[in-house]
């Protein structure tokens, strides 16, 4: 049994199949045009695909330091070798990484060529793999260079994660913790099929409003502004979840901080992100609080002064012009671990 969740684009809907032996939908979502497949993934991904078509597959390296422009340019060179066409199609089986370099190989391609996510880390089923966000890391930043593609089609097979290791599984907790905040539901209660497809369905409905971010798609965001800047300033000991989970409460506190929410609302995230779903919210000793304050400047959202997404009495909003004492502050009063 799976569940089909369309993310309903006008004119461009595309299907994400969620459940135990997903992947078999796969052949169906290629193009009947498809001559043949350039799959990118990682060693060591399961990968029992079967399209009975000619299949070239390219493996990337491992990590994070690896979701670079150069890592972009070497599977041009292989689309190249291999004669993909505008007909052909890349899939990609893995995580986040992996689809969202794939993603932007495929977008930039001949000008944009098919692809279609094999979503193999839980992670990449609950986000990355869903709304056509694409993109690569600089030195400076985490995914500053990047597309909106949308997919073909996404399958999360649920059977990939039997393999995965613990600590990419509470990586994507980080992410499942963050829905709750969008919608008040208690994912919880749910079992891993429909949670993932629950998730797969709020994230869907963020990206048919808002395609390309230009207002509402921000939310999906809540907890990445010192999510991303956690990431980079630890140079990726946190995973993206990991990272998040510290966000969501750091996000909340803020939002107490600045008289948005009240303590009670404050200790709901951490019961969530803690208790719920076992990930820690603690920020690591000997941080330089200028250093995330300069990094979180350099947020995507950040076009007017310090900007966070931030829960309040209408629920989470885009509020710019945060002052950098209150951020300051507020990461001075988080439990250290
Ligand atoms: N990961 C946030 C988004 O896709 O918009």
Redesign the pocket.
């Known amino acids: 049994m799976t569940t089909t969740v369309t993310v309903d684009l006008p004119g461009r809907p595309y299907d994400v199949v969620v459940g135990s032996g997903a992947v078999t939908a796969l052949a169906s979502m290629l193009p009947a045009s498809s001559r043949r497949i350039a799959l990118v993934t990682q060693d060591g991904i399961p990968c029992d695909i079967a399209t009975g078509l000619p299949t070239e597959v390219i493996a990337i390296g491992q990590g994070e330091t690896v979701k670079t422009m150069t890592t972009v340019e070497a599977l041009a060179e292989r689309f190249a070798a291999m004669g993909l066409t505008r007909g052909d199609v890349v899939v990609a089986v893995g995580g986040g990484m992996v689809t969202d370099l794939a993603g932007f190989a495929a977008s930039t391609w001949h000008r944009g060529v098919t692809v279609v996510h094999v979503a193999t880390s839980l992670l990449a089923m609950v986000?990355?793999a869903?709304?056509g966000?694409t993109g690569v890391n600089l030195a400076s930043g985490k995914n500053l260079v990047g597309t909106f593609w949308q997919p073909a089609g996404v399958i999360c097979d649920l059977d990939a994660l039997a393999t995965l290791p613990a600590r990419e599984l509470r990586s994507g907790n980080g992410e499942m913790a963050k829905y709750h905040f969008l919608t008040g539901d208690d994912l919880t209660v749910l079992d891993l099929e429909a949670r993932v497809a629950r998730c797969v369905e709020i994230?869907a409905a963020?990206?048919v409003a808002d395609e390309r971010?230009s207002g509402s798609?921000a939310l999906?965001?809540y907890g990445?502004t010192l999510a991303h800047a956690l990431e980079i300033a630890t140079h990726h000991e946190f995973t993206h979840g990991e990272a998040v989970a510290v966000g969501l409460v750091f996000a909340a506190r803020l939002a107490a901080a600045t008289g948005r929410i009240d303590e009670a609302r404050v200790e709901e995230h951490r019961r969530v992100v803690v208790d719920e779903y076992g990930l820690d919210d603690r920020l690591p000793d000997g941080l330089d609080p200028d250093e995330l304050v300069a990094l979180m400047a350099r947020d995507k959202k950040a076009i007017d002064g310090l900007t966070f997404v931030l829960d309040g009495p209408g629920g989470l909003d885009v509020v710019r012009g945060i002052s950098p004492d209150a951020v300051r502050a507020t990461l001075a009063g988080m439990r250290r671990r």
């Open positions: 986000d990355a869903i709304g966000k994230k963020a990206v971010e798609r999906l965001n990445h």
